[in-house]
């Protein structure tokens, strides 16, 4: 038996143990199922795990946290070969949500920081441009020119990321 099978089998019974009485970690585990699953390639109970995340928030009051669900399912989407799905779920249930997180008009909190958030943002907008390419899709060739485009975004997390490990460094180095 593998680590992700013993991984799953041990947090299904979590799940079943938690649901009842903490949402929280019952979606935190699910997430933790998400990721064994598609260790192991499973990529449809991945799928089904984010489901059932997704049916434990508010998604009107919770729309990062659903965003980021939602998110975390492209993977195995793309791995399927379900390209319709992933473009519609960038389409209309990712990229306009990042989009008003990043302009403030949504005021909800997460404890990811921006440059996860952009990274989030960026691979969603490259797993469209790609679903698009694979399905043989016209536009394919204008979101592949849009992410060019969008260089102003991986130029602004490059520095984000850069000025992390400088960070980093002088931490370390007060340290020693």
């Not at 970690?25 to 499973?42: H, R, S």
């Not at 939602?70 to 949500?97: A, F, W």
């Amino acid at each position: 038996m593998t680590f992700p099978d013993t991984a799953i089998r041990f947090a299904d019974e979590l799940v079943s143990y938690y649901e009842p009485i903490d949402t929280a970690k019952t979606i935190d585990i699910l997430g933790l199922m998400t990721v064994a699953f598609e260790g192991t390639g499973n990529y449809l109970a991945a799928i089904e795990c984010v489901d059932k995340a997704l049916e434990k928030i508010d998604a009107e009051t919770n729309q990062l946290a659903s965003t980021l669900l939602r998110y975390s399912k492209l993977n195995s989407l793309l791995q399927l070969g379900r390209y319709e799905e992933l473009i519609t779920l960038v389409r209309t249930s990712i990229i306009p949500v990042l989009e008003l997180y990043k302009t403030g008009k949504i005021q909800e909190t997460t404890t990811l920081s921006t440059e996860q958030i952009m990274s989030v943002e960026l691979e969603s907008k490259y797993l469209y441009a790609l679903s698009l390419a694979l399905q043989g899709t016209l536009i394919a060739k204008e979101a592949i020119e849009n992410l060019r485009f969008d260089e102003r975004l991986i130029n602004a997390y490059d520095a984000l990321v850069v000025n992390k490990i400088l960070l980093n460094k002088k931490s370390k180095s007060k340290l020693n």
